[in-house]
């Protein structure tokens, strides 16, 4: 009988002892920190050094040398990500993940971002190429050079990484201006609730900014109340909607307590594991610059150099239009001159586990014909009909791709402008501000013009074969917003407007909410001498004004309920800060999702889910019943008349429910910062529940989408409606005075290994609103360093 035992314990010893040999064995897949390596590609010796915190420090005698380091670094640290966003950016993510992606891989491939990376290539100088083929060489190098196992996500999908391109480059850089650039889903949204609603409904759904008036356009709810894109939007690559976010400000000495300037940026992305951005360091003879870089991409995106810093918010201008397209069943499309042959090409895609799948690629004047990505949709458009989308990142001869080279090389303000004129695409606010104490902005990008004809202005798809609704052209450089040394000392963009009334140009009329600009206008003015840790207080900000206004407004709740008189007290005596610790950001967040459930539920119908979003200028004037909008109220799949004043109370005590059946029954138990985590999703493990409690990240997190350090969420997803999806995907202060004292931060860490203790490092700082150091200063980067690895040409 003792025997059993004996073998249970020995097999037991054989499992323990396999799986230590086989997680040794994975290790192997972290990169080497320290030693030499002799490598094809290279002209002279470089070093990477790698400070405490995992960040690369490059030294090369080139600026070809120094880029084939950063590519070697990029490819240690974030391989899988960059086969990922490869994959994304090629429409070739169904030979991993099979049928699940095939749709999202169909228009991708229509939609052609790789095919124009390619042409692009041939607009940029022989320089810029030069310095994109030594990127891709050296991750190459890496590849070429690297034994042992791949990191855990292409052990768990056999992918094997293939050569790297400069293409690959510029195809993600495309795929950033994508998820930057949202009008197309604004028109598809207008043209499926123009099934249901009258124009002056979807105008009242979908406010103007406050102060403007809503824009004259046409009627177009009887042209489209035939057609359905629902499709469309449901499986297109998600992207910036209602209330996308970012800040950034920039002071001049004159409000400064060391009399330079400071300059601070957050910009507000979705979150993911590992962090979209990777910090590094870049110094080689008349080139030196530090910040954020993008895996797959030479050169630092956000940062400084010796003499200045700079950073971005989107402007969220409108570059797509859709059009809708009469087509034949020969391959025509109606033009105004008459019927032209559409441009086809044929694709394949892989998919793994079964048959390769072709598809016809069609694109006719405006570009490529996005429905036919989709069966459902291009069934529900009417016969002899298409949509087409036009995009200004569509287009060859884009040289956006210089932008980031040229920030880094400029040295005052002359120069930087020169270099943001060939940033196309996307349209990007960006402040400015140099060691000799100058500050600005510019909002640099090619935005269409549109015809005075036009009376669709963007809002909706227009006939493609009608000559008004074609562009006229972009917007002169000369002419787009920028700013230097204004009077006021302070420069300030949160995605708010920032032109005036009398401004010339159509960019957008869907400028987010200018709560978070008015917050920081506030903090900047309460302290007449800011320092580098004043700016870290308003970046770590979590009051929302847009709760503050809204809440006398569901105070007006009456309620002969006990709990709900309490928890209204509790809510009068707060000061609308979305604190973790507090209960209250908790309960008027879930009673604000019940409430906008109940206030248009009704009226969209199957809409509706994909329409619930934050719409706080909406809701506000429902409540308000501005021009008697309150009548939203009314629940219109009843014969009764409700009121505002019911759906409150409903409304709350549905809320209240929710929060009791996933938080418990105890109120002092809510806490925001346990519903509100800031989830940085894994891609794809993410969504695979036994492998995403491994790769995602989580941490608690404060804030909310109006707030100044945001945390946006996610309305409709019932299982986590209230976990923080988009926030600051990085912050960076920089101090002028003394560049080397600038901090920086993002939201995981510099590795995508999950076995690296650099995985998750930044994660609970970041939640905190902690900053690491960001000094160029050699001896700074030696203190603490996880090792320096040596390059040598082969």
């Not at 994975?26 to 320290?34: E, G, N, T």
């Not at 228009?107 to 971002?113: E, P, Q, S």
């Not at 196992?149 to 292409?154: H, I, S, V």
């Not at 569901?554 to 979305?578: C, F």
Request: one cysteine or more.
């Amino acid at each position: 009988m003792k025997t059993i035992p004996r073998i249970l314990a020995a097999f037991a010893l054989v499992v323990a002892l396999a799986a230590a040999a086989g997680y040794a064995w994975v290790r192997q897949s972290l990169p080497q920190l320290a030693g030499t390596l002799a490598l094809s590609g290279l002209r002279a010796p470089v070093e990477i050094l790698r400070d405490r915190h995992g960040v690369p420090h490059i030294y090369a005698a080139s600026i070809e040398d120094a880029y084939f380091a950063l590519g070697f670094a990029h490819a240690q640290d974030r391989l899988w990500q960059m086969e990922m966003n490869r994959r994304i950016g090629s429409g070739r993510l169904s030979e991993v993940l099979g049928a699940a992606t095939l749709d999202t891989d169909k228009f991708l491939r229509i939609l052609g971002v790789r095919r124009v990376a390619e042409a692009s290539l041939k607009a940029l100088s022989a320089e810029a190429r030069g310095e994109l083929d030594a990127y891709a060489a050296g991750v190459n190098a890496f590849l070429a050079q690297r034994t042992g196992p791949l990191p855990p996500e292409f052990l768990l999908t056999g992918v094997r990484p293939e050569p790297w391109h400069s293409a690959d480059s510029i195809a993600w850089i495309k795929m950033m201006a994508w998820d930057l650039s949202g009008n197309w889903r604004s028109e598809l949204l207008r043209l499926r609730l123009a099934r249901k609603l009258s124009i002056a409904q979807i105008g009242e759904l979908l406010p103007p900014y406050p102060g403007d008036a809503p824009l004259a356009i046409a009627d177009y709810s009887k042209l489209y109340r035939q057609l359905d894109a629902s499709q469309l939007a449901s499986v297109a690559i998600p992207g910036l909607a209602e209330a996308g976010a970012s800040n950034n400000w920039v002071l001049a000495g004159s409000r400064t307590a060391s009399g330079k300037p400071l300059l601070a940026n957050d910009p507000h992305l979705g979150l993911s594991a590992p962090a979209l951005w990777y910090f590094a360091h870049l110094s080689a003879p008349g080139f030196e610059v530090m910040g954020a870089t993008l895996p797959g991409v030479p050169g630092v995106v956000l940062g400084h150099n010796q003499h200045i810093a700079w950073g971005y918010t989107n402007t969220g201008p409108d570059v797509e239009d859709l059009y809708i397209e009469r087509v034949d069943g020969a391959g025509q499309v109606l033009a105004p001159q008459g019927w032209q042959k559409l441009a086809t090409h044929s694709e394949v895609i892989k998919v793994k586990g079964q048959a390769d799948v072709a598809l016809t690629v069609r694109e006719s004047r405006h570009g490529p014909l996005i429905s036919d990505a989709f069966s459902q949709a291009a069934g529900t458009l009417p016969r002899g009909y298409a949509l087409a989308l036009a995009w200004t990142a569509l287009r060859e001869d884009d040289l956006s791709m210089l932008g980031a080279g040229g920030f880094a090389r400029a040295s005052n303000w002359n120069e930087f402008l020169a270099a943001a004129r060939d940033v196309h695409s996307p349209q990007q606010n960006i402040v400015y501000a140099d060691t000799e104490g100058n500050i600005g902005f510019v909002a640099p990008g090619r935005v269409p013009v549109r015809k005075p004809a036009n009376d669709l202005k963007g809002q909706a798809p227009a006939p493609g074969w009608d000559a008004k609704y074609d562009w006229d052209g972009f917007i002169a450089f000369e002419d787009l917003p920028r700013s230097y040394n204004p009077a006021s000392g302070a420069i300030i963009t949160a995605n708010d407007k920032i032109v005036p009334e009398d401004y010339p140009h159509y960019l957008t009329s869907e400028w987010s909410l200018p709560y978070r600009a008015r917050r920081i206008a506030q903090l900047l003015e309460q302290t007449p001498k800011h320092t580098l840790e004043s700016c870290a207080r308003i970046q770590a900000d979590t009051v929302s004004l847009q709760v503050r206004e809204i809440l006398p407004l569901l105070l007006k709740a009456k309620s002969t309920d006990a709990e709900a008189l309490q928890v209204l007290r509790q809510l009068g005596q707060w000061d609308a800060n979305m604190a973790v610790e507090g209960a209250e950001p908790l309960i008027v967040s879930a009673w604000l999702r019940e409430l906008g459930r109940l206030i248009y539920a009704d009226e969209l119908g199957d809409l509706f889910r994909g329409a619930w979003e934050h719409r706080a200028s909406f809701i506000y004037n429902v409540l308000a019943d501005a021009g008697g909008q309150g009548r939203w109220c009314d629940d219109v799949s009843t014969p009764a008349t409700e009121s505002c004043a019911e759906l409150l109370i409903k409304s709350l005590d549905l809320a209240l429910a929710d929060l009791k059946r996933r938080y418990g029954d105890e109120r002092k138990q809510w806490h925001w910062g346990d519903a509100h985590f800031a989830l940085s999703e894994h891609r794809p493990f993410g969504r695979q529940p036994l492998l995403a409690k491994f790769f995602d990240v989580g941490v608690p997190s404060p804030g909310d989408t109006y707030t100044i350090n945001v945390g946006r969420n996610a309305l409709v997803d019932e299982a986590a409606p209230f976990a923080s999806r988009h926030a600051a995907s990085l912050r960076a202060i920089y101090d002028l005075a003394d560049l080397d004292k600038s901090v920086y931060i993002h939201s995981t860490g510099q590795s995508g290994n999950l076995l690296s203790p650099l995985y998750k490092n930044f994660a609970e700082r970041w939640s905190r609103v902690e900053y690491i150091p960001m000094s160029m200063r050699r001896s700074d980067a030696m203190a603490g360093a996880l090792g320096t690895l040596r390059l040598q040409p082969r």
